[in-house]
């Protein structure tokens, strides 16, 4: 038998056993709403408003949650590099590195509004793209840091009215990036050594 309480928890009982001590399925208090995996520690890093929880996917089982914050931490993105050592969180406007094996913030930096983490070459750099500006003039800023060190390597900015997550090109040498504003819309490459627009392939209208 399966029952669900005003406390929020699930328990599920044996009828045979009912006196004995109930099996207790882990939980969170809000919904998930990312998730990112490692395959090689067997751990899925999920992501809800409040704290960041590594599960083991193996057991089912909850090992722990992380937040920098004890109270009104605000986490919007966590990804797990491969090895599972370390996770790059952005909480309430800052990006944070985790080591798992600790549990503690190894890297701390302030870049509020996050729209995207991810990693390269070899999951030895982070990139970081977050939004600065009022509607109508929004602007992307990229920047790029080394992964778990987190020392900036590159940053890179560029202007859109609706994000969509920019790719990193076959040879992780640039960046595109979609600027869809107004009448033109156009596909931004910067080098991420340079940092600023390669060039711009704008879409014509046919008459």
């Known amino acids: ?37 490692s395959t090689k520690a067997q751990i899925a890093v999920v992501v809800t408003r409040s704290c960041i929880g590594i599960w083991d996917f193996m057991t089912g089982k909850l090992k722990f949650q992380l937040a920098n914050s004890a109270l009104g931490a605000i986490i919007t993105h966590a990804i797990v590099n491969e090895e599972g050592s370390h996770v790059v ?24 509004d996050t729209q995207q983490i991810f990693f390269y070459k070899n999951q030895t750099r982070c990139i970081v793209v977050s939004k600065t500006g009022k509607k109508g003039d929004y602007s992307a800023r990229v920047v790029s840091r080394s992964f778990p060190g987190g020392d900036t390597q590159w940053t890179a900015e560029y202007p859109f009215t609706t994000f969509c997550k ?24 910067s080098h991420d050594q340079i940092s600023y627009a390669v060039f711009c392939l704008k879409k014509k209208k046919i008459k």
């Open 89 to 112: 969180a952005s909480e309430s406007g800052d990006i944070l590195y985790w080591n798992l094996a600790s549990r503690e913030v190894v890297f701390q930096d302030k870049q509020e």
């Open 1 to 37: 038998m399966i029952t669900s309480s005003i406390d929020r928890s699930i328990k599920v009982w044996d009828l045979d056993y009912i006196f004995e001590n109930e099996k207790h399925i882990d939980k969170h208090e809000l919904t998930i709403d990312a998730l990112s995996i």
């Open 166 to 189: 920019i790719v990193m090109s076959s040879n992780e040498h640039h960046i595109i990036c979609y600027d869809g504003r107004s009448e033109e819309h156009t596909l931004n490459s």
